[in-house]
């Protein structure tokens, strides 16, 4: 069974930074298509950044400029750096394949203080 184990988040002030992880188990790491989502409060689930086996990124126009993904297929982990964080990226943030897509892990709180 394929596990997402996400980390990193906590309540920065505004234009700081956090860098989160998510650990993958159970399944082979590098055939993954891997995204990061976030869920804000009383907001739908939205897709936040991907990253192709092959390293190819795409992300959301909320986020260019300011975040990046990452991979490393040794360790089986995916990173996403957020700088500039604005209050409006306050969300529950998690990890999942997209090819295909699996059981959420429990993400990881980011806090976003003005």
């Known amino acids: 069974q394929v596990q997402f184990v996400e980390t990193g988040g906590g309540l920065v002030h505004a234009g700081g930074s956090l860098r989160l992880s998510c650990v993958v188990s159970?399944?082979?790491?590098?055939?993954?298509?891997m995204g990061w989502y976030r869920q804000a409060p009383g907001k739908q689930r939205e897709w936040v950044a991907s990253?192709?086996?092959?390293?190819?990124?795409r992300l959301a126009d909320s986020v260019k400029g300011r975040f990046t993904i990452s991979r490393d297929d040794a360790k089986s982990t995916q990173y996403l750096e957020m700088n500039s964080l604005k209050p409006e990226d306050t969300a529950v943030y998690y990890c999942?394949?997209?090819?295909?897509?699996?059981?959420w892990g429990r993400g990881t709180h980011v806090t976003v203080s003005s």
């Open positions: 159970g399944s082979v790491f590098s055939t993954y298509i």
């Open positions: 990253i192709s086996t092959g390293g190819d990124i």
């Open positions: 999942n394949s997209m090819n295909p897509p699996r059981s």
